[in-house]
């Protein structure tokens, strides 16, 4: 259909706190991606308007479904642990 699908992959970090990034889109403009606190692995969040052109439609967008892909660290250092 008219919606576009993309994966973005998140540190711990930014998957615990929430964060503000710029998704490049496929013309070249930004796409504001915004969180705050915990977002989970797998989670997928839609922005209107910001899909493919839609068909006999002119001006008329789908959605941009962002799934989020959360980077767990294989290893934590001594004193992280220590903290936990």
Excluded: K
């Excluded at 576009?4 to 490049?24: H, I, Q, S």
């Excluded at 439609?57 to 290893?75: D, E, I, K, Q, S």
């Amino acid at each position: 259909g008219d919606d576009l699908l993309c994966n973005v992959t998140l540190t711990l970090r930014e998957a615990l706190l929430g964060f503000d990034r710029r998704l490049p889109h496929l013309d070249g403009h930004e796409v504001p991606l915004q969180r705050a606190g915990v977002t989970r692995h797998g989670l997928t969040q839609t922005v209107a308007g910001e899909g493919m052109p839609v068909r006999d439609a002119p001006g008329t967008y789908g959605r941009l479904r962002v799934t989020y892909n959360v980077a767990m660290p294989t290893t934590l250092p001594a004193q992280t642990l220590g903290a936990l």
